[in-house]
Nanobody
Framework: QVQLVQSGGGLVQAGGSLRLSCAASGYFFSINAMGWYRQAPGKQRELVATITSGGSTNYADSVKGRITISRDNAKNTVYLQMNSLKPEDTAVYYC???????????????WGQGTQVTVSS
């Protein structure tokens, strides 16, 4: 069984910073890409950023220059450092990871439990 456990998030004023963490645990061989997505009320879930096992990153245009994704492969953890936050960044943030599980020996996508980020104006 694989679990992604998120931490961080909360309420911050516009212009402030927050850091999200997501740690994978359980029985698996390896993790390929990891990423962060978000879903605002009444909107579809959207990509925020992804990072490969080798460290290559990809960002949504709306967060470029303000948000940084990173990972610690030794800890099976992905981070999202969010700076210069705007009210439109308010959403539930979800981490995602492609995990090669012991049971299937295939990569399967897993999601974290979600964490609320609220940016006040």
């Amino acid at each position: 069984q694989v679990q992604l456990v998120q931490s961080g998030g909360g309420l911050v004023q516009a212009g402030g910073s927050l850091r999200l963490s997501c740690a994978a645990s359980g029985y698996f061989f390896s993790i390929n890409a990891m990423g962060w997505y978000r879903q605002a009320p009444g909107k579809q879930r959207e990509l925020v950023a992804t990072i490969t096992s080798g460290g290559s990153t990809n960002y949504a245009d709306s967060v470029k220059g303000r948000i940084t994704i990173s990972r610690d492969n030794a800890k099976n953890t992905v981070y999202l450092q969010m700076n210069s936050l705007k009210p439109e960044d308010t959403a539930v943030y979800y981490c995602n990871a492609d995990v090669r599980t012991v049971t299937t020996n295939r990569y399967t996508g897993y999601w974290g439990q979600g964490t609320q980020v609220t940016v006040s104006s």
